[in-house]
């Protein structure tokens, strides 16, 4: 601990306990924390989404809480040498402040840009797309969950109207004949989830996993599709084909309940299961027993993730396999339906109101005038005076410190130099900022490059609400404050919003325009919320305490919420849900001679996103400490590779260094590499920063390699 730290093992505490959610995944596990002298303990709390279980994540979190490399004092980049160096709350504040007047000054408005993340809670996330739009006037604000969700939104939005990543209770899966998880491998992602698929397994039903390798999960599934990375819009396709041919469409749902079916008819009749089997490796004979399965099921599950979305064509794909949940009457059906797995812990709420670069609150378009004037009305400013939309997060990442681009970068709970595609491109950018701010608990990648690092409070030290996978928004709760120089994201906005008014009455109007209070943040959000697709009008934190959450949209207070959408109609005007074709296309880079192989990443099961927090816990360090790179025996052979010798990883952007891990559970023309890791094993330096045209997701989940011995 270092001297003047906070710390909760004090002589005579008194013991506390308060009932709140794990920090990490959008599972978002209910637990207990409780305080004595002895410090912080998790324990597992009965809530429906875990049932009282947590992964090693989960159970680990409260050790951060009093981290000897914890933010405890901002800290300001010294001009003379170069380095970080403690400072007071003011003078980190007015560097801030006056670094965002210079570059608006001399570049306009747009000059600064806000970068915001998936874990922040609704409440912050409302108060900094706020912020950005009427406290800096800038249109520049995205978030890293534009590299989790975007593309499944996106299919979402254009299929029912409505993005919500899973439109039914988890409980579900539990009861589902036969589940489809395509590109999910949550038990080491979400390992409390795993019980409901257990569960679904022990009544009978069939697992079907589609995975380029045997992770996991997989090995748990009753039948493992095991294609080739960006082949899984060839499979969906190839599935659809089978389920018309053998007569398994919904002909009545789908006339009665959808439009736009007669062209995706059209566009699959190519998709003959021999010509996909020729283009992913899945076996004619695989690709039959699975529609069979989901054709004749009964209840009926199609889940997608970020191996099916993390690609420059992640919307075709994603709308590939609604397309075939619509055709088979699945979405709004009891038990059954399509839903996608989300990943960051708000990641739902995160997007829902204002982080987006062309969303307001409510899930409202930005270029919509009714919606600008709404919000515009909640915040007590011109519906003209509210900028336009921005551009997607990568877009925005690999302007800054361009001609064009924003020329300073305001970043609150994310990493980008570990977690961006061609990472060392856009460490490059960051670095040509003239200011780079960065709020954090921990001394991120990202923070280490920063002129002004703001330490944050951390979960267990602040009030909020989240949003999880459901759509159910649950309470945050403080166990205890912070350590007595550290700000939560609320009080720092409110603060930068006084200190960039033009006088002290300004000012004092700026910080009640912004409050600190998270529970006055979320009465304003229900208002701003009020009347869009993501409808908070209705959820109370009182309602939240009284019934283990409340499912969005939920317009009254006194009126019923939303835990099952689409019993009677999708959220498009005239209530029908949109089919849409879409056709196979190869992925932004191909292999070739020079670059030969495949290259693919993920997660494992002891880290999280960037590894800012997990790689600093002791029992998830050992578990995972460092960067592997996964490949078949046969292709390790062929390279003179043998297991845990030092592996080159090189594509055209980058390259990569880190012991090979040989595996027969992954295809000889495909490498792996877990993106948790920074230095030379962060895996995001290889990746590809081809985007798609719709979400603007990057394709992570594909690019060509040569891989050698180092």
């Given amino acids: ?12 505490l008194a013991p506390r306990e308060v009932a709140t959610h794990c920090p990490y995944c959008a599972l978002q596990c209910g637990m207990a924390l409780r305080e004595d002298d002895n410090g912080v303990s998790v324990h597992p709390r009965q809530f429906p989404t875990n049932r009282g279980g947590l992964c090693q994540k989960g159970w680990t979190a409260a050790e951060l ?13 010294d001009p003379a040498t170069g380095e970080l160096r403690p400072a007071s709350w003011d003078a980190a504040l007015d560097r801030v402040v006056t670094g965002i007047r210079a570059v608006q000054q001399d570049a306009g408005r747009d000059a600064v840009a806000v970068f915001g993340g998936g874990g922040l809670t609704n409440e912050k996330a409302y108060a900094l797309g706020k912020f950005a739009r009427i406290g800096l006037r800038t249109r520049h604000i995205d978030y890293n969950g534009r590299f989790c969700m975007s593309s499944a939104a996106a299919a979402g939005m254009r299929a029912f109207g409505i993005d919500r990543g899973l439109p039914f209770p988890l409980a579900d899966l539990g009861r589902a004949d036969t589940l489809l998880l395509v590109g999910a491998n949550p038990a080491e992602t979400m390992p409390p989830l795993v019980r409901w698929l257990t569960e679904q397994r022990r009544k009978g039903g069939r697992l079907i996993v589609v995975d380029p390798r045997v992770t996991a999960t997989a090995r748990q599934a009753d039948l493992h599709l095991q294609p080739l990375p960006g082949t899984d819009l060839a499979v969906a396709n190839a599935l659809l084909h089978i389920a018309l041919t053998e007569g398994w469409v919904d002909r009545a749902y789908v006339a009665e309940r959808t439009t736009g079916f ?23 004979a695989d690709l039959e027993e699975t529609a069979r399965a989901l054709g004749t099921g009964g209840r009926v599950i199609i889940l997608t993730a970020r191996g099916a979305e993390q690609h420059a064509k992640g919307v075709d794909t994603v709308t590939a396999y609604v397309n075939l949940a619509l055709a088979l009457g699945l979405p709004g059906r009891d038990g059954s339906g399509y839903g996608c797995l989300t990943g960051q812990g708000n990641g739902q709420g995160g997007r829902e109101h204002g982080q987006k670069a062309d969303q307001l609150p409510g899930y409202r378009r930005i270029d919509d ?22 551009v997607p997060a990568y877009q925005l990442l690999d302007s800054l410190g361009t001609p064009d681009g924003p020329r300073a970068l305001l970043v609150f709970g994310s990493n980008p130099v570990v977690s961006a595609p061609r990472a060392s491109r856009i460490e490059g950018r960051l ?16 923070a ?3 002129d002004v690092v703001l330490p944050t409070a951390q979960w ?6 989240m949003t999880n996978l459901e759509g159910r928004v649950l309470r945050r709760r403080a166990l205890r404050p912070p350590p007595p120089d550290v700000r939560t994201d609320l009080d720092i906005i409110s603060a930068l919003a006084a200190r960039l008014a033009p006088d002290e009455a300004a000012a004092t109007e700026a910080a009640a325009r912004f409050p600190a209070d998270p529970a006055a943040v979320f009465a304003e959000l229900r208002r701003a919320s009020a009347g869009g697709i993501a409808d908070y009008a209705g959820i109370s934190w009182a309602r939240i305490d009284g019934d283990d959450g409340v499912w969005w949209p939920c317009p009254t207070e006194d009126g019923p919420d939303t835990p099952r959408l689409f019993a009677e109609r999708f959220a498009t005007p005239d209530g029908r849900a949109r089919f849409h074709p879409v056709d196979h296309r190869p992925a932004a880079e191909e292999v070739c001679s020079t670059y030969p192989l495949h290259f693919t990443t993920g997660r494992v099961l002891a880290q999280y996103q960037s590894g800012t927090q997990t790689r600093r816990v002791p029992a998830l360090r050992r578990a995972a400490p460092e960067a592997f790179v996964e490949l078949h025996p046969d292709l390790a052979a062929r390279l003179g590779i043998d297991d845990g010798d030092p592996v080159r990883v090189t594509s055209r952007r980058g390259e990569l260094c880190a012991p090979a891990r040989l595996s027969t559970g992954i295809r000889p023309d495909t490498v792996f590499a877990p993106f948790h890791y920074p230095g030379a094993g962060r895996a995001n330096s290889v990746t590809n920063d081809a985007v798609d045209p ?16 180092a």
């Fill in 448 to 450: 280490a490059l920063a």
């Fill in 65 to 77: 809480l009093d981290h000897p490399e914890r933010l405890t004092t901002p800290l300001l980049r």
């Fill in 431 to 446: 670095r040509d900022l003239d200011l780079l701010v960065v709020a954090d608990l921990l001394l991120s990648e990202t």
């Fill in 262 to 284: 007669e062209a995706v008819r059209r566009s699959v009749a190519a998709w003959w299961p021999a010509r996909a089997e020729q283009l992913s490796g899945v076996p004619v």
């Fill in 694 to 709: 719709i979400s603007g997701m990057p394709e992570f989940k594909i690019c060509a390699v040569r891989v050698a011995k």
């Fill in 369 to 390: 005038p009714a919606a600008r004037e709404h919000v515009a009305g909640v915040w007590g400013v011109p519906a003209d005076e509210l900028p336009g939309p921005g």
């Fill in 1 to 12: 601990m270092t001297d003047g730290a906070w710390s909760a093992t004090r002589p005579g």
């Fill in 460 to 465: 267990a030290e602040e009030d909020g609400t």
